[in-house]
């Protein structure tokens, strides 16, 4: 938009469309970055995994880039395919959630934390607001997160950073079913890992946070 007189002033679309530029840049929507996530899911036994980027700027969210689920049923999980790749979804729960916060400023993390929990978290959602920001500064320190039924009940997760320099773009995240997973084994973890390390090495990206 133009004034009447003077410069061009930038309206906030124009976050948007950067946030949109971002999430078509070729080297998190290309075969690269999906040969990362089938890698994952082949390497834990058929787990579930997402790539989630953060929602557009001003909105403390996540949403989905991508999936591998092989021919597994989504709506076991109480979302179809396009829920899952079009709806942002909150900071306040799920581990690929409080991955993504935990390196977002300490006032985002002050604001997410006092946000009502959504209705469709699991049991094993932290409540406790208190003990949910110290879920952030141990996710910060062993660098990946863990949730117990935490998006959803009967499913545990375990997700990593994503990070481009020293910002964090997304996380991804590994699903799989508490009976078959009830405890997130040490071999889980590392592929898990590795695959944040790996997304955020495409296009000359860094882990280091």
């Known amino acids: 938009m133009r004034p009447v007189r ?15 530029a971002l999430s078509n840049n070729d080297s998190l929507s290309g075969h ?3 040969e990362v996530l089938h ?6 036994n058929g787990g579930l995994v997402f790539l989630y980027l ?4 001003g909105i403390a969210g996540r949403q989905c880039l991508d999936m591998s689920v092989g021919d597994s049923d989504l709506e ?8 899952v790749l079009s709806v942002t979804r909150s900071l306040r729960t799920g581990a690929s959630g409080r ?13 997410v934390a006092a946000e009502p929990i959504p209705e469709e978290a699991g049991p094993g959602v932290l409540r406790d607001s208190g003990k949910f920001l110290n879920s952030l500064a141990e996710i910060r320190d062993v660098g990946y997160g863990i949730g117990r039924q935490e998006c959803m ?15 964090v773009m997304g996380a991804v995240l590994l699903l799989k079913p508490c009976t078959v997973m009830p ?17 955020s090495a495409l296009g000359g990206w860094t882990t280091e946070p």
């Open 183 to 199: 405890e997130v084994p040490e071999s889980v973890i590392d592929r898990t890992v590795t695959a944040g390390r790996d997304l």
């Open 6 to 20: 003077g410069r061009y002033e930038l309206g906030s679309a124009t976050a948007d469309l950067g946030f949109e």
């Open 153 to 167: 009940k009967d499913w545990n997760s375990c997700a990593a950073p994503i990070i481009h320099r020293d910002t």
């Open 32 to 34: 690269e970055a999906k």
């Open 54 to 57: 953060k929602a557009p700027f």
């Open 39 to 44: 890698s994952l899911r082949h390497a834990t």
């Open 99 to 111: 991955t993504i916060l935990a390196y977002l400023s300490e006032d985002i993390q002050q604001r």
């Open 76 to 83: 076991e999980l109480g979302m179809t395919p396009r829920d």
